[in-house]
Structure formats: structure tokens, C-alpha cells
């Protein structure tokens, strides 16, 4: 297991997907504004890539974020994308409601850079966000992140065209943050 200050990154349990798929992917809105595409109903059972236990994809590593004290699930977060010729990936994450606005998005990103630079040795991490997403643009900044351009009306969510902001890190722009107790 990954771990950050406030949260691991383990491996997806057969256990975590009927929660997944209740408290995310069956929230229209916010699969709607997370996910580049249209929100579709997910089945009980479905081999869909967001939920699947054993992803064999080289290019994708899905996690189940849990609370480091107690191991409660919270969430997902992957690296995607893994190009290891540019040495470049890009980071995605999605928090159970009631998961959201108490840090753990953070110290997921924070988790994922760790996973990103040390652990698959690439240069380059990219985050794609809505722009009206404040809680994703802070997470990101707060790790270092810079935003590096805006794609106009470039995301149909729920009726409307919003833009996006591409947001990137360079490894030696990265300033790891230290863990409580070390
Ligand atoms: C986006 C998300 C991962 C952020 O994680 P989080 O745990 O909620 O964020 P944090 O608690 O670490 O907060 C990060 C910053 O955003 C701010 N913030 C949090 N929620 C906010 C909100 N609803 N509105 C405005 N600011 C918010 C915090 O104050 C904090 O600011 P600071 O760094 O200046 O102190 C989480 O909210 C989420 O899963 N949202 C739904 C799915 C989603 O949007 N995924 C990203 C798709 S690209």
C-alpha cells in the first residue's frame, strides 16, 4: 500500500465496488463533470474499467483510496496514461461524498506524485480539470502543480459546454511533502 499522511492507496477489493458504483458512478452529476464522456448506468457485476478488480492494462493503475486510521474505503484514484517513453502519466480521482473537503484530496494527489516520480520514474504528471472545479485546482496546486492552459467550452456536462484547465508538474519542480513523524 501507497501511503500518504491521511490516506493509503491499496489495491481495488471485490468488497469497495458496490460502494463505488452506489456513491459514484450513479451520481449523474458528478460522473457527469468527472469523467470525459456521458454518464452511462453501471450493472451490478459489470466488468467496467473503473470498477474491475484485476486491470491487466500496462498503461493503467487504479487504486481504492482508503482513511490511513481505519482503512475505511473513500474513494478512487488511478495513474493513467502512462506513456513510458516521454515519461509521462496523468492522475484522475474521485472521493465518496462524504469523503470530500477534508484533505484527503490533497494527500491523494501528494500520494500519487510519490507513486508517479519514485515509484515509475517518469518526469511529467498532467491533471485535467473542469474549470469551475476549485476543490481538484487546489488539490493539484497545493502539490505543485501549474496551470498550463485552458481548453475553451471543450467538456459538455449536463447541458452546457464548460472549459477545462490542463494543469502540469515536472518532477524537478516537485517538492515531496514531509510525513508526520518523518
Ligand atoms: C476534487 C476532489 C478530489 C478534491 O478532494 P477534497 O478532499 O474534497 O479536497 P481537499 O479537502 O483536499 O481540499 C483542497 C482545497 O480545495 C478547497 N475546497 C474543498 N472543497 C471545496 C469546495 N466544495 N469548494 C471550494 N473549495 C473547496 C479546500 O479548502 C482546499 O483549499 P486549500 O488548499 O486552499 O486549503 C473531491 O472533492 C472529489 O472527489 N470531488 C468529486 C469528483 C471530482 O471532481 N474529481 C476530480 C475530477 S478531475
Not at 482503512?71 to 488511478?78: F, K, M, Q, R, S
Not at 480521482?93 to 500519487?112: E, F, M, N, Q
Amino acid at each position: 500500500m501507497l501511503r500518504g499522511s491521511k490516506v493509503g492507496l491499496r489495491a481495488r477489493h471485490e468488497e469497495d465496488i458496490p460502494i463505488l458504483r452506489t456513491e459514484l458512478y450513479d451520481d449523474v452529476v458528478n460522473a457527469s463533470r468527472a469523467e470525459a464522456g456521458p454518464w452511462r448506468p453501471v450493472a451490478p457485476g459489470s466488468k467496467d474499467r473503473r470498477l474491475v478488480v484485476d486491470d491487466p492494462a500496462e498503461g493503467h493503475v487504479p487504486f481504492s483510496v482508503v482513511e490511513l486510521e481505519g482503512g475505511t474505503l473513500i474513494g478512487t484514484a488511478n495513474l493513467w496514461g502512462i506513456d513510458t517513453h516521454n515519461r509521462v502519466a496523468h492522475i484522475g480521482l474521485g472521493l465518496l461524498p462524504s469523503a470530500r473537503g477534508r484533505g484527503y484530496g490533497t494527500d491523494v494527489v501528494a500520494t500519487l506524485c510519490h507513486y508517479g516520480f519514485v515509484v515509475r520514474s517518469l518526469q511529467r504528471l498532467q491533471i485535467e480539470t473542469l474549470a469551475d472545479n476549485t476543490a481538484m485546482l487546489r488539490s493539484a496546486e497545493s502539490n505543485g502543480f501549474v496551470r498550463e492552459g485552458v481548453l475553451r467550452s471543450s467538456a459538455w456536462v449536463m447541458g452546457e459546454f464548460l472549459d477545462e484547465v490542463i494543469l502540469g508538474l515536472l518532477v524537478e519542480d516537485w517538492k515531496p511533502k514531509p510525513k508526520p513523524g518523518g
